[in-house]
Every structure is written in structure tokens, then in C-alpha cells.
């Protein structure tokens, strides 16, 4: 079945960058997605990839896809302490008029220090 | 222009009491998903509706949850009777294409 594998934590330096690293093991999936999520707070969509490309850049976002090792990425410069969230890597397939529902990792928490 | 609404934000039921979530996705959107979300995890999804049809029901448990989505807008998940095992926060999403808006969840806790 479809899984994806996000490490548990990540801490890194104020002003650093942070990579955030997941795996998939659908070979079909379409579009892969990067979500936010702070504590009581439902998920913000930061930024997705189609399966055709390679790389995505929005502002301090930076997403890297390699297809044939099923690896996403997305790194965060200039990390800033409002960056301190919980960091979700999903994927999904399209069918009919949209898109599938989505299959997420555990989550990556992203730790600021000082 | 208003994100995904949903209500209650929090409830707390005893088990085997009957509880019911509502949303109210973004204008337009005609794709509304619900998931769950237990602590520590990730969300995963419930049930998918195109318009008012219900295309992916696969993951709801259907001895106690039901969902319905009339006219194609609002969408109400219903369960009933709850368990210890259904405390979590229920998400609703709604998306045009294949971004998906996720509104703020209703936090379920069953004692």
C-alpha cells in the first residue's frame, strides 16, 4: 500500500537552513505536497510539485523531487523561530474531476534553537 | 476570501453518545474531504465527495459513521455511538483542482 516516511524531529539554528526529507513508495503518485501545522492549528498548505518536475522554488521554499528514488525535500532558509512547526509530506494521485485525498506522513518537527 | 468553516471546534461527549461535525468548504470548491487526525499522526482521510456523490468512503468505519453532503456545499459527519477510540481532531478540506484547503479541525474528545 501507499506509505510515506518523514524523520520525527529536526532542530536547527535561527537564520540556518532546514531540509526536510521524505519518502513515498507510490510509484503513481502525482503531486506531492508540503504542509504546515502549528500546535492547535488545523494545515496550511506551504507549497506542492507534480511528479514531472524536478524542482519548485517559492520565496525561502525550496522543494527537490527525485522520482526515481522517490525523495522529496524542502528546505527552508533563513529559518526564523515562526518557522517552529509540525511539517507534513503528502502525496496524492488525480482521478476523475480531482484529486485523490491526500496520504501524509507523520509529520517532521522542526525545532528552532537560538 | 473566507477558508474552509468548520463547527464545533471542540467537543467532549461520553462514549456511546451520538456526535456530529460540520463544514462549510471554499466557495466554488466542489471536492470536500474529511479526515482524521490522531495524536502523533498524520491525517488520513475518511471519505472524499464530488459534488454531493460520495466517491471514496473506503477508510469510514460504517458501523458508526456516516457522512452526507446535500445540495454540494455544507457536509456533516455523524457518529454515533462514539467510543473511547474516536477521540482525535476531524479536518475538512475542500479543493477546485488538487490544492486542498484544510479548515481548522474539531478537536474529539471521548471520555
Known amino acids: 500500500g501507499e506509505d510515506v516516511e518523514q524523520s520525527l524531529f529536526l532542530s536547527v539554528r535561527e537564520g540556518d537552513s532546514s531540509v526536510i526529507n521524505c519518502t513515498y513508495t507510490d510509484s503513481s503518485s502525482t503531486y506531492l505536497y508540503w504542509y504546515k501545522q502549528e500546535p492547535g492549528a488545523g494545515l496550511q498548505l506551504l507549497t506542492y510539485?507534480?511528479?514531472?518536475?524536478d524542482m519548485k522554488q517559492d520565496q525561502r521554499l525550496t522543494v527537490l523531487l527525485n522520482k526515481k528514488d522517490k525523495h522529496l525535500s524542502l528546505r527552508i532558509a533563513d529559518t526564523q523561530t515562526g518557522d517552529s512547526a509540525i511539517y507534513f509530506c503528502a502525496e496524492s494521485e488525480r482521478s476523475g474531476g480531482g484529486a485523490d485525498g491526500l496520504t501524509f506522513g507523520k509529520g517532521t518537527h522542526l525545532i528552532i534553537q537560538p | 476570501e473566507a477558508g474552509v468553516v468548520q463547527s464545533p471546534r471542540y467537543k467532549i461527549i461520553e462514549k456511546k453518545q451520538p456526535v456530529a461535525f460540520w463544514c462549510n468548504p471554499i466557495?466554488?470548491?466542489?471536492?470536500l474531504y474529511w479526515y482524521r487526525q490522531n495524536l502523533g499522526q498524520g491525517p488520513e482521510l475518511l471519505i472524499r465527495?464530488?459534488?454531493?456523490?460520495?466517491?471514496?468512503d473506503s477508510q469510514l468505519p460504517k458501523d458508526r459513521f456516516s457522512a452526507e453532503r446535500l445540495k454540494g456545499v455544507d457536509s456533516t459527519l455523524k457518529i454515533q455511538p462514539a467510543e473511547l477510540g474516536d477521540s482525535a481532531v476531524y479536518l475538512c478540506?475542500?479543493?477546485?483542482?488538487?490544492?486542498?484547503?484544510f479548515g481548522p479541525g474539531t478537536r474529539l474528545t471521548v471520555t
Open positions: 510539485i507534480f511528479s514531472n518536475m
Open positions: 466557495s466554488g470548491h466542489n471536492t
Open positions: 478540506a475542500s479543493s477546485f483542482s488538487y490544492e486542498q484547503y
Open positions: 465527495y464530488e459534488n454531493e456523490e460520495a466517491v471514496d
